[in-house]
């Protein structure tokens, strides 16, 4: 196994600051065949950045709930640091101390089923198209045969608009996908009023379709003549003033767009389902009559954290069948109940938002919900377990170039995707 140097960011550390409580439920033993053996014996179940005072209840509940119905199985929790995980999950791989089920974002998973070390869960276990069409593919790799984890807590985005800035240039109604968007931005732009701050990237580009693969049959095949077609266009708009100068500082970050609309700098931003309640109506109160909120472009974009379980367990019956529990319908809505802005990883269990979600305090919170409960059936992941942090920072930085007018989109496109291939980690 190669260790990847980039860093992923995973939403266990996120959700461990804000989830709580003390929940859990029942099910039934799995019909598949790795579970068709008896469910006994002791099994090792590590998370993520989950330990602390306000998440511990939860999953002690959960493990009771689990071994009073199998009264012959043993469940050790174990919580790895946020920092570090990957080198802890490789060390253990390497050494045969894999834990039977297993915490990991997919770009982790990736390595340990290259590696032969992870159960193919799409055989296993029939509770498989019980999950989240993307929340699935999203551990099923190029190369690679089989499905690698259950999809335990997922997000998404959102598109929302300061619909007084749109009005300003003439736009009365909330662009419906990206090129409109695009002839928004001009409209806007001869307003004196900037649409953007932030590059397209390519992981941008493939929600919004210019992109179909970042990486495919061992290439790195991002740099398509649509992609530069939509960095030209940045470039034109930039001049026209429909982009910020914040945008080129760093290529522009997510949490810099949020910035700028939360002041009323920019017309449109992405963020995720839980942007009114928790954000607008804390930070910017007064923004929150001009925001609108819709659906995401093209493809919407998801993250996604999964429950995997190791090829080599001594107890793999009771492995399986503690995965599938812990990822049941039940269970995951208990679990996202707990952490607002999530989706639980069943398709059952997103098809009433409101079974799970907090409260809206504003109406436009409940509009979200909904939205981003239906992305659910469509979300997909971005990019590739090989596309690295750090190739995606120097595709920006040269899209960045093309957007100054240094260079054009495919040459910025080419030289990207001439560094990723230079830098790939398999």
């Known amino acids: ?76 929790w174990i919580d790895q640091p946020g920092d570090g995980y990957e080198d802890k999950i490789l060390q253990q791989a390497e050494s045969g101390e894999l834990p039977d089920v297993i915490n990991l974002p997919p770009e982790y998973a990736y390595s340990l089923a290259s590696a032969g070390q992870l159960l193919d869960l799409g055989s296993a276990s029939k509770a498989i198209d019980d999950y989240v069409p993307g929340g699935v593919q999203a551990y099923e790799y190029d190369g690679v045969d089989g499905s690698f984890a259950f999809p335990w807590y997922l997000g998404t985005e959102l598109n929302y608009w300061n619909k007084a800035l749109l009005a300003k240039g003439g736009v009365t109604e909330a662009p419906a996908t990206f090129d409109d968007t695009l002839d928004a931005a001009q409209k806007l732009a001869d307003a004196g009023v900037p649409m953007f701050s932030s590059v397209p990237s390519p992981k941008m580009l493939q929600i919004v379709g210019a992109v179909k693969d970042i990486y495919k049959d061992g290439e790195f095949v991002f740099n398509t003549p649509e992609a530069a077609k939509v960095i030209d266009r940045y470039a034109e708009l930039y001049k026209a003033g429909a982009v910020t100068p914040e945008a080129l500082q760093g290529a522009g970050t997510a949490n810099s767009n949020i910035n700028n ?37 093209g493809n919407p974009p998801l993250f996604v954290q999964g429950i995997s379980v190791s090829k080599n367990s001594k107890n793999a019956a009771t492995a399986l069948a503690f995965a599938e529990f812990a990822t049941n319908t039940k269970n995951q809505i208990a679990f996202v109940k707990l952490a607002a802005g ?32 239906k992305h659910m059936a469509d979300a997909r992941m971005t990019g590739a377990p090989q596309y690295t942090e750090a190739m995606e920072t120097y595709a920006k930085q040269q899209i960045a170039l093309a957007v100054t007018g240094e260079i054009s989109g495919q040459e910025a496109l080419d030289k990207a995707v001439e560094y990723a291939q230079q830098n790939v980690v398999d």
């Open 261 to 297: 609309f939360n002041t009323g700098g920019v017309a449109w931003t992405t963020a995720g389902p839980n942007y009114i309640d928790k954000d607008v109506a804390v930070n910017a109160p007064n923004l929150l009559p001009d925001v609108a909120v819709t659906a995401g472009f």
């Open 1 to 76: 196994m190669k260790h990847r140097t980039s860093a992923v960011i995973g939403i266990a550390a996120a959700a461990s600051l804000i989830l709580s409580g003390c929940t859990g439920g029942g099910a039934t033993a799995p019909e598949s065949a790795a579970g068709s053996g008896e469910i006994s014996g002791e099994i090792t179940f590590q998370t993520w950045s989950l330990k602390n005072e306000k998440f511990t209840p939860y999953f002690e509940s959960l493990i009771k709930d689990f071994e009073d119905e199998h009264p012959d199985a043993k469940v050790k």
């Open 342 to 373: 999530f989706f639980p990883g069943t398709i059952e269990a997103n098809a009433d938002p409101a079974a799970f979600s907090e409260k809206p305090e504003n109406e436009l919170q409940g509009v979200a919900n909904d939205l981003a409960g």
